[in-house]
């Protein structure tokens, strides 16, 4: 049996996407010890909120 679902519906449920750390860390090209810490932090896997609010990035001068 299928049933319809409406987008709206779905985008008001406020999924949270959860993000591997290994890709997150590859996306986003942070250091191998960034990624480290982060996994020691939070564990293989975290919320996209959770990630953002702990990645530290070292700045990039030209």
Request: charged content about 35%.
């Amino acid at each position: 049996m299928s049933e319809y679902l409406d987008a709206q519906q779905l985008e008001e449920a406020k999924i949270r996407k959860v993000w591997s750390v290994s890709d997150f860390v590859r996306r986003y090209r942070l250091d191998p010890i960034e990624e480290n810490r982060l996994t020691k932090l939070l564990g293989p896997f975290a919320s996209e909120q959770e990630l953002l609010m702990n990645a530290r990035r070292s700045p990039q001068f030209r």
